[in-house]
């Protein structure tokens, strides 16, 4: 099976009820992108119209691979649209405050799966099936750790161990398979001269990794404040990875708990192999789809039972306990706060398979569904390919 052939077998479009009301300096667009990064055409909207960072908010990162439509508020910005390459900025009107993350109500996706055989085509729409009545683990998918480098350690970690120097060194230094030649070279740079910041400052090319080597030169010990001067965005998606991949082992040895071994099939995505499950029992559909799992964070006030139990397993892996999974510094930087359901029930499905017309003689599946903010269409997938006939991946 293929998936992302072409952009447009990638459609997601953010579901919202907010409207420009004619009050307020907020500008609300309809942001439109093909193959390109939330960030990039961000970027693009800024340059061309001269304008800061700061002045830009919205709900989410859609998919660069794709077709997606989502909404952008610009204080003060022009009221007109803006349209380039791969880009485009529909002008809606104006609103009293910043487009957030709890304005996006969901999202509708519009999928093509291709390449695939009769037999695979019919045995996913089975699958679909199946997944109308028992929904699928709301995992965060790979898309969510993307900052992980090579050695698979989260830079949140040691920093909620106040451990900086190693917080900063895998920020700065570690490889990671989705770096550019030039960041490659940069960190390769830093690897070799860490701790002889006089000598990197002088090696290093002007970037923004130079900036906190500068630093390190006059305080060459203060990795704290060094990690503070990173900026907030990354210092945020960091602790976003962290906290998910805390999340998805709750929900795992939650689906452990829940269903029966010969239920279970593991699928190998994100940070490590997790548990899906294969058709449930009306007991436990009842207990998983009414099933909320807190988003793990020091100020979370858990009771004594099975829940506080795996949130101490799980965070003794990184050598961590429950209440000191927090940032002590710098003030700027905490982890989210509330409750993500443990299962999603694709609403609004539906699904076609026909001739492919990119790949002679095989099939496509083409379906479209509505998902809940913050939930992968991609966990949906894999639920759908990752698993055979006799329910082993």
Not at 146 to 167: K, M, N, T, V
Not at 303 to 309: A, I, K, R, V
Request: aromatic letters at 10%; glycine letters at 6%; charged letters at 30%.
């Amino acid at each position: 099976m293929k998936l992302k052939c072409l952009p447009e077998d990638f459609e997601v479009v953010e579901l919202t009820d907010r409207m420009p009301n004619g009050r307020g300096p907020f500008a609300l667009y309809r942001l439109i992108k093909r193959a390109l990064g939330t960030p990039e055409a961000i970027d693009a909207a800024l340059h061309r119209w001269n304008l800061s960072r700061s002045q830009v908010s919205y709900g989410g990162l859609k998919d660069k691979h794709a077709v997606t439509e989502q909404y952008v508020t610009i204080k003060n910005g022009p009221r007109r649209d803006l349209s380039q390459t791969n880009v485009e900025f529909q002008y809606l009107g104006n609103t009293d405050r910043p487009f957030e993350p709890t304005d996006i109500a969901g999202n509708r996706f519009t999928l093509v799966m291709r390449d695939m055989s009769e037999v695979a085509a019919q045995r996913a729409e089975r699958m679909l099936q199946e997944v109308e009545v028992d929904g699928v683990p709301n995992y965060f998918d790979d898309q969510r750790f993307g900052s992980l480098g090579e050695s698979r350690e989260f830079i949140a970690a040691p920093w909620c161990r106040g451990d900086y120097e190693r917080a900063l060194w895998l920020a700065l230094a570690e490889a990671n398979e989705h770096d550019r030649p030039d960041d490659r070279r940069e960190k390769e740079l830093i690897r070799e001269k860490w701790g002889d910041w006089l000598g990197l400052k002088a090696a290093l090319p002007k970037c923004s990794r130079r900036s906190i080597v500068t630093y390190l030169c006059d305080h060459p010990t203060d990795f704290r404040r060094a990690l503070a001067l990173m900026r907030i965005d990354l210092r945020g998606m960091w602790l976003s990875a962290f906290q998910s991949a805390v999340w998805n082992r709750l929900l795992a040895e939650s689906l452990q708990d829940v269903c029966r071994p010969e239920q279970l099939f593991v699928i190998d995505f994100g940070e490590r192999p997790a548990p899906f499950y294969l058709t449930l029992d009306e007991s436990q559909r009842r207990d998983l789809i009414n099933l909320d799992l807190p988003l793990p964070s020091g100020r979370l006030k858990l009771q004594s039972g099975p829940l506080y139990d795996r949130l101490h397993r799980v965070l003794a892996e990184f050598g961590l306990l429950p209440r000191e999974m927090r940032v002590k510094y710098p003030r700027d930087s905490f982890f989210s706060k509330g409750e993500r359901a443990a299962v999603y029930v694709p609403a609004g499905l539906e699904y076609q398979t026909e001739p492919d017309d990119l790949y002679v003689g095989r099939h496509k599946l083409t379906l479209a569904f509505d998902l809940p903010r913050g939930s992968y269409a991609t966990i949906l997938i894999k639920r759908l390919t990752e698993v055979t006939e006799g329910g082993t991946a």
